[in-house]
T-cell receptor
Framework: ETGVTQSPTHLIKTRGQQVTLRCSSQ?????VSWYQQALGQGPQFIFQ???????GRGNFPPRFSGLQFPNYSSELNVNALELDDSALYLC?????????????FGEGSRLTVL | AQSVTQLDSHVSVSEGTPVLLRCNYS??????LFWYVQHPNKGLQLLLK??????LVKGINGFEAEFKKSETSFHLTKPSAHMSDAAEYFC????????????FGAGTRLAVHP
């Protein structure tokens, strides 16, 4: 059991709508990262939050945004949904300042955009 | 820029036979490399990591990988496959000073037959 929990597990939206995905990090971890995993592909880095500040961003447009709260939980928000946003969204927690490569992943939120 | 290429999208083996999952990397410096495993409906889990110490790295569940700089490879092996090894395997690299912003390969799906 990794301790990282994500909600909801599945959801369906239509084009143009907005979605919020939530993540609770593993106890003691102050860094949360979000990844998008399209069907048949490897996860792609969206962004990372460390102590409530964005700490790096991948090649995703501004309609992908996030928040980290004082308890280190996090939200991923996607506005103006597009069909290509259909994917598994993965949250991962880790200890900030480390470069170990060891992230603890949740099971993901599967988003379908119709 | 750093990247990893997984040479096989699907590998099928019989239970009890060796497993070889191939990964080549591209990096302008000595990279940190990892293998992650994703079982169905489970979160990604770190199998093993190379961070410029020993070139032969041992991981969990009997897996190991060898870093070969001359071949820019980091292949994953296991002497004897078990049914429970069936999963998706990802080769991963982190950018220098990347602080756990992982770059994933496309993945290799391992099937294990009785």
């Amino acid at each position: 059991e990794t301790g990282v929990t994500q909600s909801p597990t599945h959801l369906i939206k239509t084009r143009g709508q907005q979605v919020t995905l939530r993540c609770s990090s593993q106890s003691g971890h102050n860094t949360v990262s979000w990844y998008q995993q399209a069907l048949g592909q490897g996860p792609q880095f969206i962004f990372q939050y460390y102590r409530e500040e964005e700490n790096g961003r991948g090649n995703f447009p501004p309609r992908f945004s996030g928040l980290q709260f004082p308890n280190y939980s996090s939200e991923l928000n996607v506005n103006a949904l597009e069909l290509d946003d259909s994917a598994l969204y993965l949250c991962a927690s880790s200890l900030g300042g480390s470069d170990t490569g060891e992230l603890f992943f949740g099971e993901g939120s599967r988003l379908t955009v119709l | 820029a750093q990247s990893v290429t997984q040479l096989d999208s699907h590998v099928s083996v019989s239970e009890g036979t060796p497993v070889l999952l191939r990964c080549n990397y591209s990096s302008s410096y000595s990279p940190s490399l990892f293998w992650y495993v994703q079982h169905p409906n489970k979160g990604l889990q770190l199998l093993l990591k190379y961070t410029s110490a020993a070139t032969l790295v041992k991981g969990i569940n009997g897996f190991e990988a060898e870093f070969k700089k001359s071949e820019t490879s980091f292949h994953l092996t296991k002497p004897s496959a078990h049914m429970s090894d069936a999963a998706e395997y990802f080769c991963v690299v982190t950018p220098f000073g990347g602080y756990n912003k992982l770059i994933f390969g496309a993945g290799t799906r391992l099937a294990v037959h009785p």
